[in-house]
């Protein structure tokens, strides 16, 4: 799609708001959020269902220009495009982010992996040639529990990725971790090249995060020796609202 067709477009929109970034390399960050509607996964732990449930209560379909507006009210230059699934390849809504890049925003895509990320042609027709550090991608690895695991794009995803990009694995098991482990040794080359950050995140209230800290206490040899970047990742939203508030 080109810049002229999308200005002419509605995007679905659950909600815009600023809070800090809760999650990997940007935690603790001020931004503005913006939650995209409709996902093509259903992961059986799914914090975010709203953003799914059909009801046009739900959401405002707003233009990109209508967007610009809202946002421009948060006064905040970051953004995490998040959803529901912001890169669904068949919806006007991927090309929001890139929309926002070409506007002047920094932007983090808040993505579940299952979807592949710009390609240059569509880079391109949004008239972007670089770039830099203005967007940025975290990008879930879907584990076993999640029942979505089948989804998981990787390595044509994690070839295109680069520093300041991470990869979020949301883990609830042992099998998680070993799911975790087996993914991160397959594709160990292009991940420690491309620079990125892993996160290992608990599904919240499912495993103790002492016993994920223990998971890469043990594994730290590994990680080192393979150059790759591994950190443990909290939701600070969680422990700072309320676990069921929308719009933290
Ligand atoms: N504070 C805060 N940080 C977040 N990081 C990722 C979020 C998401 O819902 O994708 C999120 C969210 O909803 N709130
Ligand atoms: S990908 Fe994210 S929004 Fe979609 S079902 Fe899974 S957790 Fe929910
Ligand atoms: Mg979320």
Same mark, same amino acid.
């Given at each position: 799609m080109k810049i002229r067709e999308f200005e002419e477009v509605r995007i679905p929109v659950v909600e815009i708001f600023n809070s800090i970034s809760g999650e990997g390399i940007s935690?603790?960050?001020v931004v503005t959020f913006l939650r995209v509607?409709?996902?093509?996964?259903?992961?059986s732990y799914c914090d975010t269902t709203y953003s799914y449930q059909l009801s046009d209560d739900n959401y405002d379909w707003l233009t990109p220009q209508e967007i610009l507006e809202r946002l421009s009210q948060y006064n905040c230059n970051k953004v995490i495009c998040t959803g529901g699934e912001p890169l669904e390849t068949t919806k006007a809504k991927r090309y929001l982010p890139l929309y926002l890049v070409k506007k002047g925003y920094k932007v983090r895509i808040e993505s579940n992996g299952s979807c592949p990320v710009y390609s240059k042609k569509?880079?391109?027709e949004f008239e972007i040639e670089q770039v830099n550090d203005r967007l940025n /991608?975290?990008?879930d690895i879907k584990p076993p529990s999640s029942k979505?695991?089948?989804h998981n794009i990787f390595a044509e995803n994690f070839i295109k990725l680069t520093l300041g990009d991470e990869l979020k694995f949301v883990v609830a098991n042992d099998e998680d971790?070993? /799911?975790a482990k087996k993914v991160i040794d397959k594709y160990k080359d292009i991940l420690a090249k491309s620079n990125l950050i892993i996160n290992f995140s608990p599904v919240f209230q499912a495993i103790e995060a002492e016993s994920l800290v223990e998971f890469l206490k043990e594994n730290?040899? /590994?990680f080192i020796n393979n150059n790759l970047k591994v950190r443990l990742s909290l939701q600070l939203h969680k422990f700072i609202w309320d676990p069921e508030a929308k719009g933290v």
């Open positions: 935690a603790g960050e509607a409709e996902c093509n996964l259903r992961c569509e880079l391109r /991608y975290t990008l979505m695991s089948n971790l070993n /799911y730290n040899p /590994y």
